[in-house]
């Protein structure tokens, strides 16, 4: 039996930056939540204390995702702590800031391990999860990005792996039907920790609220979780810059 009532999103990478600002949307919108973490400890649980703050049940997981058994593992530990996932949220990402002119500096080393954690965990997890998500009817959103979309971002590597997680998404679309839908969000640059190889946007966007920013890619997340048109189906957030638009989006 379901050790909560509420239905339980799974967020990955959700202490810090864009996850937590996920956590937080899903809390409001009477989610659980579920976060992992690698490093980001004391953000984390800071995470998760905001959250219980207000009510909503929520714990922190640690887990590296780079390696092929932490999905399984991960699924254990939060399926015995909550008894069921409605949502998975494969926001988790790694990257290393390599213009793409410098192919040399982009080692194999550095290859696998961005592509182990962006592209190998989000599928893992997923195949981790389906068990649950099939009971629930549930929904994944795989945080991909702008990068995803067009040659650019922190580096190659980054960007592959981005643009294979879009199709990752459409393939997943297809194994989990009927049961599961499968959505992937595209963020264009934001203003978190993420290591960035310029600083355009943020010139552009000036003294842009940080926070309303990623706040609104989340609404966009719970958009993708509510609205059972969406699936296969790739959601962009940049303001409009991918395409060349001036000003803003909103």
């Given at each position: 039996?379901?050790?909560?009532?509420?239905?339980?999103?799974?967020?990955?990478g959700?202490?810090t930056?864009?996850?937590?600002?996920?956590?937080?949307?899903?809390?409001?919108?009477?989610?659980?939540?579920?976060?992992?973490?690698?490093?980001s400890?004391?953000?984390?649980?800071?995470t998760?204390?905001?959250?219980?703050?207000?009510?909503?049940?929520?714990a922190?997981?640690?887990?590296?995702?780079?390696?092929?058994?932490?999905?399984?593992?991960l699924?254990?530990?939060?399926t015995?702590?909550?008894?069921?996932?409605?949502?998975?949220?494969?926001?988790?990402?790694?990257?290393?800031v390599?213009?793409?002119?410098?192919?040399?500096?982009?080692?194999?080393?550095?290859?696998?391990?961005?592509?182990?954690?962006?592209l190998?965990?989000?599928?893992?997890?997923?195949?981790?999860?389906?068990?649950?998500?099939?009971?629930?009817?549930?929904?994944?959103v795989?945080?991909?990005?702008?990068?995803?979309?067009?040659?650019?971002?922190?580096?190659?590597?980054?960007?592959?792996?981005?643009?294979?997680?879009?199709h990752?998404?459409?393939?997943?679309?297809?194994?989990?039907?009927?049961?599961?839908?499968?959505?992937?969000?595209?963020?264009?640059?934001?203003?978190?920790?993420?290591?960035?190889?310029t600083?355009a946007?943020?010139?552009?966007?000036?003294?842009a609220?940080?926070?309303?920013?990623?706040?609104?890619?989340?609404?966009?997340?719970?958009?993708?979780?509510?609205?059972?048109?969406?699936?296969?189906?790739?959601?962009?957030?940049?303001?409009?810059?991918?395409?060349?638009?001036?000003?803003?989006a909103?």
């Amino acid at each position: 039996m379901p050790t909560t009532a509420a239905p339980l999103a799974l967020i990955t990478g959700g202490g810090t930056g864009l996850g937590r600002a996920m956590a937080l949307r899903l809390g409001e919108a009477g989610f659980a939540i579920a976060l992992t973490y690698r490093h980001s400890v004391a953000d984390a649980l800071n995470t998760v204390a905001t959250l219980e703050g207000l009510g909503v049940p929520a714990a922190a997981f640690a887990t590296d995702l780079a390696l092929p058994e932490a999905p399984d593992r991960l699924l254990g530990e939060v399926t015995e702590r909550f008894g069921r996932v409605d949502v998975l949220v494969n926001n988790a990402a790694e990257t290393e800031v390599i213009p793409f002119h410098d192919l040399a500096s982009l080692t194999a080393a550095t290859w696998d391990r961005i592509l182990e954690t962006d592209l190998r965990a989000p599928f893992l997890c997923a195949r981790a999860a389906a068990p649950w998500l099939r009971d629930a009817g549930g929904v994944i959103v795989n945080i991909s990005s702008t990068a995803g979309l067009a040659p650019r971002g922190s580096s190659i590597a980054y960007s592959v792996a981005k643009s294979a997680l879009v199709h990752l998404t459409e393939c997943l679309a297809v194994a989990f039907e009927p049961d599961v839908r499968v959505v992937a969000v595209a963020p264009g640059a934001m203003p978190t920790r993420w290591p960035s190889p310029t600083s355009a946007v943020a010139e552009a966007d000036g003294a842009a609220d940080a926070d309303g920013m990623l706040r609104s890619v989340a609404d966009l997340v719970l958009v993708a979780i509510q609205n059972r048109a969406l699936n296969g189906s790739v959601l962009v957030a940049d303001r409009g810059l991918l395409v060349g638009a001036s000003g803003s989006a909103g």
